[in-house]
């Protein structure tokens, strides 16, 4: 009995680090940064991966009990992959907790931002949510992000039509932006 949870384990990590490399190497396509004005700096490519982890959640949200738990575990490696990141730039082990604790806020009030705006279809507010977390400097000349909230659009349907297979084997793809 034990040896079967230990091997349901070891596939639930395969399972795992199949989709976030599948969603994170989805949220370094370079078409975000050249041509959907997302900068390409370490807050940048946090906006990015927040954003495909939120479409991947919304989809999952409404899977059954497995599909749920495969997105708790990528939640988790997500986090992981925060605090790494940050100990990487030089943060001490003193200040990661508080940085990953405003990371983590950032990344649920994002949630919630986006979250409205897709419910609703609402491009404009999802641009403008999308604006005002990418340039959040106050008086920025900030690009328009309409572009990438008509990727977010077409992707939240998208990931609605997958089936829960997909979810389960934890093979969920987003289209890349330049051909969605």
Do not use: C
């Not at 497995?66 to 988790?76: F, K, Y």
């Not at 990487?88 to 082990?93: A, I, N, P, Q, S």
């Amino acid at each position: 009995m034990i040896f079967g949870f230990l091997r349901q384990k070891k596939n639930n990590r395969i399972i795992v680090d199949r989709q976030y490399s599948a969603l994170t190497s989805m949220a370094r396509d370079p078409f975000f940064y050249t041509d959907l004005n997302v900068p390409d700096t370490v807050m940048g490519r946090f906006e990015m991966l927040s954003a495909v982890m939120i479409l991947f959640f919304r989809r999952t949200r409404s899977s059954e009990r497995s599909g749920q738990e495969l997105a708790q575990e990528i939640v988790d490696a997500f986090f992981q992959d925060v605090d790494h990141s940050i100990r990487e730039l030089g943060v001490g082990d003193q200040g990661v907790p508080k940085r990953m604790k405003k990371l983590a806020g950032m990344f649920y009030g994002r949630l919630e931002a986006y979250a409205a705006a897709l419910d609703t279809g609402d491009r404009p507010m999802l641009a403008e949510a999308l604006r005002r977390n990418i340039y959040p400097e106050p008086g920025a000349d900030a690009p328009d992000m309409h572009g990438l909230a008509d990727w977010m659009m077409k992707m939240d349907g998208y990931l609605a039509s997958r089936s829960e297979d997909d979810v389960t084997a934890g093979k969920l793809s987003l289209l890349p932006p330049r051909s969605a």
